[in-house]
């Protein structure tokens, strides 16, 4: 079967850096959406990651590992505004996005 | 408008009725997407569209129909609502459904059925 699986919830500080993992099973494989959703909001585009390595967008930065099966988002700098869940997506075979249950961020002051 | 529109924003909706949300979009993409929202799970594909005429089943499909007559428009109909269809439901599209388009969202309809 095709499963996504993320941690259910953190927490971080202010300013502090966070990781939020991913793992995946598909039919085949062709790259990994990251989204954030505000609550009560529409997820919304962060990143998208086909071959291994570390892609850095600001303060946003997304890690494969194919072989590993494996995904992670990074957050530096973190603000308040962070708070959100953050939700992962990997494409199978026939282009649809499996997506996990997301990862609900509690930034603390 | 500039996006994705879905309307109604919420509805409380009695067991049995009918009940019709509409999704429009502005962005001249081809594919369309239905996903139902629920807590502890992630979005699941309910009724997807290729293309101005073609139409797909997702992952649960059972008890939604969808049409689309054009590019913009892609409304998805619940029959004869029950409980369990009470979700959140966001309507997305991308530019095309056979490759890494990224998929945007519309703001969504808190769906309760009663």
């Known amino acids: 079967g095709q499963n996504i699986d993320q941690p259910t919830e953190m927490t971080a500080t202010e300013g502090a850096i966070v990781q939020i993992n991913c793992t995946y099973q598909?039919?085949?494989?062709?790259?990994l959406f990251w989204y954030q959703q505000h609550a009560g909001e529409a997820p919304t585009f962060l990143s998208y990651?086909?071959l291994d390595g570390l892609e850095e967008k600001g303060r946003f930065s997304s890690f494969l590992s194919r072989s590993k099966g494996y995904s992670y988002l990074l957050l530096k700098e973190l603000q308040m505004k962070d708070s959100a869940s953050y939700l992962c997506?990997?494409?199978?075979?026939?282009?649809?996005?499996?997506w996990g249950a997301g990862t609900k961020l509690i930034i603390k002051p | 408008i500039a996006g994705i529109t879905q309307a109604p924003t919420s509805q409380i909706l009695a067991a049995g009725r009918r009940m019709t949300l509409r999704c429009t979009q502005d962005m001249r993409h081809n594919a369309m997407y239905w996903y139902r929202q629920d807590l502890g799970l992630g979005l699941r594909l309910i009724h997807y569209s290729n293309t101005a005429g073609t139409t797909g089943k997702g992952e649960v499909p059972d008890g939604y129909s969808v049409s689309r007559a054009n590019t913009d428009d892609f409304p998805l109909t619940l029959a004869s609502a029950v409980p369990s269809q009470t979700s959140v439901y966001f309507c997305?599209?991308?530019?095309?459904?056979?490759?890494?388009?990224?998929?945007?969202f519309g703001p969504g309809t808190r769906l309760t059925v009663l």
């Open positions: 598909t039919s085949g494989f062709n790259g």
């Open positions: 997506a990997a494409l199978d075979s026939n282009y649809q996005l499996i």
């Open positions: 997305a599209s991308s530019d095309s459904a056979t490759n890494t388009d990224t998929q945007y």
């Open positions: 990651n086909v």
